[in-house]
């Protein structure tokens, strides 16, 4: 997969045309070396100025990802080599994010005391100041995944910043004498504001899966709020399931797999 790290054209629409024809490529819609349409077509296609288009091919070609010739027209450019890539197993999502944090790398990005935003405050069920820490966590060297964590000072007090650059945070909660309860977890997508995009080597607006948990311990408290943001070229989520029941009670359920541990 290509390394995304230009900038996205101006323009919303021209940077709407970009990012469809980036993910064509990335997805492997167009062969290295396919000649894409030309940009009459391409404007008529997407419903916007042939200038537009333009632009949307500049940043294309900015990336590395087409190769633009005067008079042979605009070609897919040949991908780097493949990024490693992590896979997680939804249905045992927890266990093997614990895994991920033994079988990768963190960089620590920001690190302070702070007044919890309303959602982080009403999620932890305390308005008290919490440790926020902005970290990447990469794999080969690759970033992949963008983590905000907030913990409450009375607990995070007992790590330091060296320690959440080098220990998977669950691993610093139980040290601290954490029992953890239960956790809650979403996931949906978002796209990648400029300052996630420079992290994790993309564009801004490029998509992003997104993935919230809220740990509590064993009185009810909230212990931990993560936001995390992954790279769907290098992360992905997968569920096997089974048929089961009779007749017309038959369903899908996911096979589970019980394994000790949570995730950071």
């Known amino acids: 997969m290509a390394q995304i790290a230009g900038q996205t054209p101006e323009g919303g629409k021209a940077q709407r045309v970009y990012l469809l024809l980036r993910d064509e490529i990335l997805r492997g819609d167009h062969a290295t070396g396919a000649a894409l349409p030309g940009e009459l077509r391409l404007a008529e296609a997407h419903g916007v100025s042939r200038v537009t288009v333009r632009r949307a091919l500049d940043a294309l070609a900015a990336d590395g990802l087409i190769e633009r010739r005067a008079g042979s027209g605009t ?15 939804f249905a045992t999502l927890m266990p093997q994010l614990v895994r991920m944090g033994q079988q990768t790398t963190a960089r620590l990005l920001s690190f302070a005391y702070v007044t919890p935003p309303p959602g982080v405050a009403q999620a932890l069920r305390s308005a008290a100041r919490v440790q926020r820490a902005v970290r990447v966590r990469l794999v080969e060297g690759a970033p992949f995944s963008h983590l905000t964590t907030h913990v409450p ?17 669950f691993r610093l909660l ?13 996931i949906s997508a978002t796209l990648a504001t400029p300052e996630v995009a420079e992290a994790l080597d993309l564009t801004p607006g490029a998509a992003l899966i997104a ?50 541990g949570a995730a950071e």
């Open 174 to 186: 139980e040290r601290s004498g954490v029992q953890v309860d239960r956790a809650e977890q979403s």
């Open 153 to 169: 000072e009375t607990i995070a007090q007992d790590f330091s910043e060296t320690d959440l650059a080098t220990v998977p945070l």
């Open 211 to 260: 993935l919230t948990r809220v740990v509590y311990d064993v009185t009810g408290q909230g212990v931990e709020h993560l936001a995390a943001l992954y790279r769907p070229d290098r992360f992905r989520l997968e569920m096997v399931l089974n048929r089961v029941g009779d007749s017309d009670t038959r369903h899908w359920e996911p096979v589970l797999t019980p394994l000790a």
């Open 75 to 89: 070609t897919v450019a040949r991908p780097a080599a493949p990024q490693p890539a992590i896979a997680a197993d």
